[in-house]
């Protein structure tokens, strides 16, 4: 392992910023073995390893990556799955930067070690060289199954995915419960292609399927049927995991024009009903000219980028702070501007403005300044009274989304909290219904995707060990 002078970091291969913003595919290229062994030597092989704790799932990063360095790809990726169902995704979308690179001993460097680029390279190696059944099947923690153990798990996406791999390893029978045609949550509907392309996450559940997970499509909990009854029907655990999918609005002038819509709603239409294969997907999209996307998460780049991809002329995010208070991941900024989307500091929508028939036509935005940092952290975003507009044909709203609402409904007595979210126990994941567990986004708000998985992960232990699983 590197000792003395440390290396640079391997960089990660790209494609080119003027290609890739033509076409879905993914925008890293990933390491090759030579690179990725070249990276996991950097690795100190700290004696208390700070990395893992950075971590929500707590991967042991030093364990895998020490393996990786020796070329040991299938020991690597044994280390990296006791403990996540989703290394391919974690690889890809996972905010390394805040967990566990920041955790890393060469952080004040500004060079850690490229943590999810080598979790990614593993799982990629590894599910390629189709060894995966068996290393599975010899996992030390997976079990016989118990048929006597049932549980169910509502909703597909980050957190049900990995409470569902966690507990069929340990021998339970369980059954993931979807309301659309496809498996992954957001995975699938919420991040494009040229992030996170759908057939990594086809490839994750499908080791989940030869773990024995069972996945019923188009089953709308709630609706199709209700929480007590998966109970009265003998599964004796339930865990919660429906995200938060509803998108929220400014509640600003103009919100009805056509040409205005939802991120959720034009990414959904992109992602999961495959707009960005028209003419082969017929699914309507309008393909605005000059669009303008609201907010600053990570949302809000994927539309943005989307809208490029699609043959927009011009993209534009306005978002009321500076770049610098921006909640999306910086590299994912950086990618939208190397790109060519352009970015708006310190204005905010005050109306959306029509063309006299119905359709919308301009945006305003009033300009603003930066006051005092509030309960965020951030500085204060202080209206000026200065006002214009931007024309705009199409516009894309990221501000954040609210909980989805259909299981909350039917299930009256589960309790929330004054914003709509499922009240839990912090330590065990468990909510106001004995055996009804939940976590991710329906807990927490929209999150990351590890920390949806970090909680799928706590409650599942909390399941296993009332059950007997452990």
Known sequence: MARGKIRPRVPMPMQDPLVRRGNFHEV??????????????????????????????????????????????????????????????????????KQCERACKLAPT?????????????????????????????ASHCRMPQRDVRVACVGSGPSSLTAAGLLAALGAQVTVFEGLHEIGGVLVYGIPEFRLPKRI??????????LGVEFRTNWVVGQTIGLRALLERGYQ???????????????????????????????????????????????PLPQGRRVTVIGGGNVAMDAARTALRLGALEVTIVYRRTQAEMPCRQEELEHAVEEGVRVRE??????????????????????????????????????????????????IIGIGTGPNPVLLRATPELARNRWG???????????????????????????????????GRRAAQEIARRLGLV
């Open 237 to 283: 655990a339930v865990f919660v995991g429906t995200g938060a999918g509803l998108p929220q609005f400014p509640g600003i002038p103009g919100e009805s024009l056509l040409g205005v819509y939802s991120a959720n709603e034009y990414l959904t239409r992109v992602n999961l009903m495959r707009a960005y294969e028209f003419p082969r997907a017929d699914t």
């Open 110 to 138: 500004g060079e850690p070690i490229a943590i999810g680029r080598l979790e990614r390279f593993v799982a990629d190696a590894y599910y390629t060289s189709d060894a995966c059944a068996s290393a599975i099947a010899a």
């Open 421 to 455: 979210y499922i009240v839990t126990d912090p330590e065990t994941g468990e909510t106001s219904i004995p055996m009804v567990f939940a976590g991710g986004d329906i807990v927490t708000g929209a999150a990351t995707v590890v920390l949806a998985m970090g909680a």
């Open 346 to 395: 310190l204005v905010a929508p005050v109306a959306f403005e029509g063309d006299g028939k119905g359709w919308l036509a301009g945006l305003r935005v009033e300009h603003m300044v930066l006051g005092e940092p509030d309960d965020s952290g951030r500085r204060r975003p202080i209206p000026t009274g200065t006002t214009e507009v931007l024309p705009t044909d199409l516009c």
């Open 201 to 210: 996450v086809a490839t994750e559940v499908e080791h989940l399927r030869r």
């Open 28 to 97: 890293a290229l990933g390491y090759t073995r030579e690179q990725a062994m070249a990276e996991a030597s950097r690795c100190l092989q700290c004696t208390k390893p700070t990395c893992q704790s950075g971590c929500p799932v707590e991967v042991d990063c030093k364990g895998f990556i020490a393996h990786l360095a020796q070329g040991d790809v299938e020991g690597a990726f044994a280390v990296i799955r006791h403990t996540n169902s989703l290394p391919a995704v974690c690889g890809r979308v996972c905010p390394q930067e």
